[in-house]
């Protein structure tokens, strides 16, 4: 029997755009990761300078309420640690996990979501003193890469999880519905 491999390559940055298609649609808590910088012992936004003066965030949007499925609205994350540590590499970032609820625009790399809380910073020696400010001000714990995996586990659904499954079978299934809306199949 032929053994099948699969090959999975990661894009450019500029190939890759996280948010391009609307997958699904969801209420469900999700988990995701983030990377922010430092202004003023507080953390700011990568795309726009906004301050995050507490662990929990609500998307602010006067054009368009909550993130929908025809914009690119609401409070972005990416999947996969690994996947937002090989993005933003910047030695100054401070790299997270957050969970995300209330209206979720689902894609493939990440997720936009109506509300984000922050449940980790990510444990990085070069960086100690700052994570420990930032743990004290955001009064969120710092975990290295294996206990954030874990505690993503716990709060709500990540890759590893049979709900996550699901809703990754839910995409494709779109995807396909997608593809194949105007052809016959005989």
């Known amino acids: 029997m032929e053994e099948i491999t699969t090959v999975y ?6 190939e890759i755009d996280a948010f391009s298609i609307p997958i699904i649609e969801q209420d469900l ?5 983030r990377a922010w910088v430092i202004i003023a012992e507080h953390l700011s936004s990568l795309s726009t300078p906004e301050i995050w003066w507490s662990k929990k965030k609500k998307f602010r949007c006067t054009e368009h309420g909550v993130p929908g499925l025809a914009d690119r609205c609401g409070l ?4 996969s640690l690994e996947e937002i540590r090989a993005l933003y590499t910047d030695p100054d970032f401070i790299y997270g996990q957050v969970k995300g609820w209330g209206r979720i625009i689902n ?3 990440g997720f936009r979501a109506e509300f984000l809380e922050i ?3 990510l444990q990085e020696n070069d960086k100690k003193d700052k994570l420990s ?13 294996r206990e954030i995996v874990v505690r993503g586990l716990e709060e709500g659904i990540s890759k590893n999880t049979d709900s ?3 809703l990754r ?3 494709f299934i779109i995807r396909m519905q997608m593809k194949y809306k105007n052809k016959t199949i005989a």
């Open 9 to 14: 390559t990661r894009k450019s940055d500029k």
């Open 29 to 33: 808590p999700i988990i995701g990761y």
């Open 76 to 79: 972005h994350a990416l999947h």
């Open 107 to 109: 894609h493939e790399y």
């Open 119 to 121: 449940l980790a910073f």
């Open 133 to 145: 400010a930032l743990s004290f001000v955001y009064g969120v714990p710092v975990f290295n890469q």
């Open 164 to 166: 996550y499954r699901e």
């Open 169 to 171: 079978l839910q995409q």
